[in-house]
């Protein structure tokens, strides 16, 4: 069976009050393309359809003619499940009757134990759709209050879904976590705080394959086995030096092949550095001057509107980031080490520089606000 998978679309992203839907059209305009050509017998997208919860009115139309097309058009069924940036309710609506024409889709928990099976020359391949749910919606549904983490969660839904494997057929499960030993990047929101979002790859050892979203970086958890697709689209600065595409599984008698296929942006996100008249002088003669540019200025002077300057050559520059090669190391690593610090260790930071000296940051207090990140994070909100 040949299966196409990709994940974390986030139609509607705004980078830096930059809106990127014409850029996701294009690119979804490529995909659809590539997917005629690669002709797959089912396409899975592993949830973060939606930037938030509440999207614009254009990506919405965006994700229908899109949907319409590779489900009708190219009759391609689709697997979809909700991410964490999604609305269960808005993504799970209609599901009971689109599923009569190819498009199969879980945003809520039920009914995520009862595969949706499609057959090949080597027999049935029965798929789960397990959307993102956090640890409370986990306990509430079973009524347990020993369910505090994503692991725990985990381990009690896929307990209910193991009945149903078939001992001598072949299982994928499709959902959107965060892996033990995933790589991350800026543009994923976090699940939790304080790492109870970790799950455990060896959780998922009864299925043939899992399709997860949520990383933005293509990877393998278990080469073969737990596999990232990434996003189709670069949302962050940290992902200037990604490659992004989007997997074809081959589900054979003897095994599982895994294919990625490239996306290229027809505006790339990526970092030009130097000084500021080396950064101009480039500018006017570089081919791809539309793309979605960070400026990393690497001089002291002061320099009179620079943004404006700037786009002058570089029509979507993003951001200005200075370097300072008057800073000594140490301060250097002060800045370098505060773009990777948690939001807790940066909320620990900021308590500790406006409180009296040797004022403590307890246990509670971090609890306390760890809870608070947590509501955030679930009502929609980013860092």
């Excluded at 930071?349 to 760890?370: H, I, N, R, Y």
Aim: charged fraction near 25%; aromatic fraction near 8%.
């Amino acid at each position: 069976m040949k299966i196409a998978h990709t994940a974390d679309w986030h139609l509607g992203k705004i980078i830096f009050q930059t809106k990127l839907l014409q850029e996701q059209t294009l690119l979804l305009e490529d995909f659809c393309r590539s997917l005629d050509a690669q002709k797959p017998d089912v396409l899975i997208i592993a949830g973060d359809v939606y930037d938030r919860s509440v999207p614009p009115s254009e990506a919405v139309d965006l994700l229908d003619q899109t949907l319409n097309r590779i489900v009708v058009d190219m009759a391609i069924p689709v697997l979809m499940i909700s991410g964490n940036h999604d609305s269960p309710e808005r993504i799970h609506f209609g599901s009971s009757f689109m599923r009569h024409v190819g498009l199969h889709v879980r945003g809520k928990l039920e009914g995520f134990d009862c595969p949706v099976t499609f057959e090949d020359a080597f027999g049935p391949v029965d798929f789960f759709l397990l959307p993102y749910v956090d640890p409370a919606e986990v306990k509430a549904y079973y009524e347990d209050e020993q369910i505090h983490t994503h692991q725990v969660a985990y381990e009690r839904l896929i307990e209910q879904i193991k009945p149903k494997l078939s001992p001598s057929g072949r299982s994928v499960l499709v959902t959107h976590a965060f892996i033990a030993g995933g790589a991350e990047s800026e543009s994923e929101r976090p699940l939790s705080v304080g790492g109870s979002s970790v799950v455990r790859a060896d959780v998922f050892n009864d299925f043939t394959f899992i399709a997860l979203g949520h990383l933005h970086r293509p990877q393998d958890i278990v080469t073969g086995k737990v596999h990232y697709s990434g996003s189709l689209m670069k949302y962050s600065f940290s992902e200037a030096l990604h490659t992004k595409s989007y997997s074809i599984i081959e589900l054979n008698a003897d095994g599982v092949r895994v294919e990625r296929i490239p996306l290229k942006p027809h505006r790339d996100l990526r970092t030009v550095q130097g000084t500021f008249d080396e950064i101009i002088q480039t500018g006017q003669s570089d081919p791809n001057s539309e793309d979605y540019i960070l400026a990393v200025i690497q001089e002291e002077k002061a320099i009179l509107n620079p943004i404006e300057k700037l786009r002058a050559v570089y029509p979507n520059v993003m951001k200005i980031q200075r370097e300072l090669s008057s800073l000594d190391g140490h301060a250097k690593l002060k800045a370098k080490d505060r773009e990777a610090l948690s939001d807790i260790e940066l909320f620990k930071a900021f308590f500790e520089q406006v409180t009296p000296e040797g004022t403590a940051f307890t246990d509670e207090m971090k609890a306390l606000a760890q809870d608070l990140f947590n509501t955030i994070y679930k009502e929609g909100g980013s860092r």
